[in-house]
């Protein structure tokens, strides 16, 4: 299976506090995004890591890339409650069907206020 | 602009009848997808479109599940003789060609009883 994997599968912080998720994947990709869930329902894209890329930012977002490892993180600085959903990592292979998104099964973010 | 839209947002049927579910993309995306998500897991791939070009179908589950479009615009999954394993939110997303970000839609959450 190709689907990747996040760590923690739940994660509670209080309100200020910084949170990180882990996400590992199995092959060489093209691209990995980042994605949050509130309520179960839509999704809404974060940000997006393109191989040959160590570090992005987007406002609090800190998206890493180890291509070596397989794996990416993502912090999430100074939490507040409304950052309070579950995230997810979605790896865009390369080859054939690179347009494909391959999602992990999410951590569940909880920010205490 | 408007969003994806999907239609219905919950639908509950009886085990054994078919059911029709819609999505509208974002104007002007060619690529559309459909996701299903089991409760407390990541998304699966279904389906996805690009254009006029033949559709991915590498993801659908069994042959009660099909999927058109309508050039760029409206697509429908529709799930014959319905199973209880079929409950699940289904998602559909749109993007531009050959871009890797993709746009959900809010999601039909679908009960099998």
């Known amino acids: 299976s190709q689907q990747g994997e996040e760590d923690p599968q739940a994660l509670s912080i209080q309100e200020g506090e910084n949170a990180t998720m882990n996400c590992s994947y199995k092959?060489?990709?093209?691209?990995l995004q980042w994605y949050r869930q509130n309520s179960g329902r839509g999704l809404v894209h974060l940000i997006l890591i393109r191989s040959n890329e160590r570090e992005k930012h987007s406002g609090r977002l800190r998206v890493t890339l180890d291509t070596s490892k397989k794996s990416s993180s993502l912090l999430i600085t100074a939490s507040r409650a409304a950052d309070t959903a579950s995230y997810f990592c979605a790896a865009s292979y390369s080859g054939a069907g690179s347009y494909q998104l391959t999602f992990g099964k999410g951590t569940k973010l909880s920010v205490i206020p | 602009g408007a969003g994806v839209s999907q239609s219905p947002s919950n639908k509950v049927t009886e085990k054994g009848k078919d059911v029709e579910l819609r999505c509208d993309p974002i104007s002007g995306h060619t690529a559309l997808y459909w996701y299903r998500q089991r409760l407390g897991q990541g998304l699966e791939f279904l389906i996805y479109f690009q254009g006029n070009s033949a559709p991915d179908k590498s993801g659908l589950p069994s042959d009660r599940f099909s999927a058109e479009r309508t050039g760029e615009s409206v697509s429908t999954l529709t799930i014959q003789r319905t199973q209880q394993e079929d409950s699940a939110v289904y998602l559909c997303?749109?993007?531009?060609?050959?871009?890797?970000?993709?746009?959900f839609g809010p999601g039909t959450r679908l009960t099998v009883t």
């Open positions: 997303a749109s993007s531009f060609f050959r871009t890797y970000e993709q746009y």
């Open positions: 092959t060489s990709i093209n691209n």
